[in-house]
């Protein structure tokens, strides 16, 4: 019998829900291993009121990876304009909130809706420890919040490099997305938003050594345009020529 290829994406957002989209039409075992780090809009609630950690990423990967396509990608998306309390909520944020609340944990809350919706492959956060992601910038400024970073507003120069990223406090990686890098035979990074979706992996306590020791093929797929507030200016060319002693990078290019 064939080995089936085991294919792990480290990201988070829209870069890695159009990622799964195109993997699921291959025979592959797909793993999506996501930051939790996002702290705006209806994931500031979750987290602040009920305490969980943001779930707009679970219910992207949710939607790439159903069998289900009918009016799922809408329905999880969709976000409340009315009602005190209910308006900018996302009703796939709700719903994760609530099969929580059943089940009394959100890690089993994701298998459940897994079951319910017929997905293919599996989702997993990276941590589920409790952080907010931390730029410091080539000025020494810091900036808290992943959603502060991504959007910065009109006081912060978005020209300005990130020069150091961390997590307050410390986020641990969970032994079931470590296992899944040491068993993945390709681990994708990207594409995405390259500080906050795809680097907020990598300073997760525990994450550069199971890449060190996973004997995976590394790909990092990047997007074709540079962002302000992360990667103003930014060029793929170092990539190229810059070797590191603990992995080798195959770069591709993939335009959202």
Partial sequence: MSHTPKVAVLGGGTG???MLLALKQLPVEITAILTMVDDGGSNR???DQFGLLPSSGITQCIVALSENQSLLRELMSY????GEGLSGMRFGNLFIAAITD?????????E???????VKGNILPISYDDVRLVAKYEDGSEIRGEHSIDEPDDAHDGTMKI???????EATLSEDARQAILEAD???FGPGDFYTNTVANFVVKGVPEA???????KMFFTNLMTKYGETYGYSVKPFWTRSTATMRWKIWTMSL
Avoid: N, W, Y
């Avoid at 976000?79 to 009315?82: G, K, L, M, T």
């Avoid at 459940?112 to 017929?118: M, P, R, S, V, Y």
């Fill in 16 to 18: 890695t829900f159009m």
């Fill in 45 to 47: 609630v979750l987290r």
């Fill in 79 to 82: 976000r409340f304009h009315q």
């Fill in 102 to 110: 059943i089940v009394g944990s959100q890690k089993q809350a994701i």
């Fill in 112 to 118: 459940e809706a897994k079951k319910l919706l017929q």
């Fill in 163 to 169: 020069v150091d990223l961390r997590t307050e406090p």
């Fill in 186 to 188: 390709f681990v994708i």
């Fill in 211 to 217: 890449l060190h020791e996973s004997t995976a093929k």
